[in-house]
């Protein structure tokens, strides 16, 4: 039996189709059709129905796709079992959303390489909703994302990491002027709505009875700050305390209270607990205090309030 087949037959079973499970696993689809028949072949059964459009699982497919998750897990745990307790070694497949990428997570990165020199860290980056469903699928090990808001996957679980406060971000020399009448006045400049944090952002903007003149939807903090410096708008992201006191913006903070988002590892509840994770957040929120206190150089944070809710 092969365990790349195995993984190949996840791959189907998540993306619905031979083609799309090969882009994936990085076969051809007559490679894909190959392994299936192996697997059919070992286990004395088919394991789809080819007279549909799309392929679908039989009961005896089904059977084979759940007893192989627990082998699949298994296999992927043994090279973390073999690092003894001050040398971890495998393999992390982490995605992560861009204010990580472009702040605290290369400093936890590279303290976990010096501590254990036999990890890989695999990154991919995206926005948080969509990592989510990865990790879901089981297609990341865990990723950095902002605690979920509803809607999200079932079967998450999250540890919480550090925290950014929200602002209202607008060119130098606005300090008098108040979040409300910036916010009537000025193109503004939208957070996507598909991340998690630009719910939030709408959210408050609808509780605040507050109607923006709407000019960009990105999805990007760092060029959303470009399009800012140049006077082209204002808006409104999440922040850390280091990232703004290098900022020649006016910043004010936005929602009454400031609102705080939670930046958190997000895991599949059956592998919670891993070692290779749970040290990896341990480098992520010392990284993220070292920032801080960089951070608080120029000033002491204000309070806020957390933004979202859930188990953790």
């Known amino acids: 039996m092969s365990l790349r087949a195995l993984r190949t037959l996840h791959a189907i079973a998540r993306h619905g189709s031979f083609a799309r499970a090969g882009e994936v696993v990085g076969l ?8 299936v028949k192996a ?7 088919p394991l789809f129905d080819r007279s549909k459009r799309l392929p679908e699982l039989t009961p005896a497919g089904r059977i084979v796709l ?8 298994l296999y992927d745990e043994i090279p973390a079992a073999l690092g003894d307790e001050r040398s971890l070694a495998g393999r992390l497949r982490l995605g992560a959303i861009q204010t990580s990428l472009s702040g605290v997570l290369p400093d936890a990165l590279a303290a976990l390489n010096r501590s254990h020199p036999r990890v890989r860290v695999h990154v991919s980056a995206g926005m948080s909703a ?15 994302v902002t605690e979920p808001v509803q809607p999200h996957p079932r079967g998450l679980v999250w540890t919480p990491l550090y925290q950014d406060r929200f602002w209202l971000v607008a060119p130098d020399g606005r300090r008098d002027r ?16 598909k991340a998690w944090a630009g719910r939030v952002i709408d959210r408050e903007l609808r509780r605040m009875r ?8 990105l999805d990007s903090q760092e060029v959303i700050l470009r399009m ?18 290098r ?15 939670q930046v958190v590892l997000l895991e599949r509840q059956d592998r919670r607990g891993g070692r290779l994770a749970t040290t990896l957040a341990e480098a992520v929120t010392a990284a993220a205090r070292a920032s801080a206190a960089d951070g608080s150089l120029t000033g002491k944070p204000d309070g806020g309030r957390s933004t979202t809710s859930g188990s953790h």
Not at 66 to 73: T, Y
Not at 130 to 144: I, S
Not at 210 to 217: K, Q, S
Not at 247 to 261: A, D, K, N, S, V
């Open 28 to 35: 051809t689809q007559s490679a894909v059709s190959l392994q």
């Open 39 to 45: 697997l059919e072949n070992e286990f004395g059964a």
């Open 66 to 73: 759940e007893k192989s998750a627990e082998v699949l897990a």
């Open 130 to 144: 969509e990592l989510a469903l990865q990790v879901a699928a089981g297609e990341l090990d865990a990723a950095v």
């Open 178 to 193: 108040t979040p409300c009448g910036l916010l009537r006045e000025h193109p503004f400049i939208r957070f996507d709505s």
């Open 210 to 217: 507050l109607e923006v003149r709407e000019e960009m939807v």
């Open 228 to 245: 800012v410096e140049k006077g082209l708008g204002i808006a409104v992201i999440p922040m850390a305390d280091d990232v703004r006191a």
């Open 247 to 261: 900022l020649r913006l006016t910043c004010l903070p936005f929602g009454e209270p400031q609102l705080i988002r």
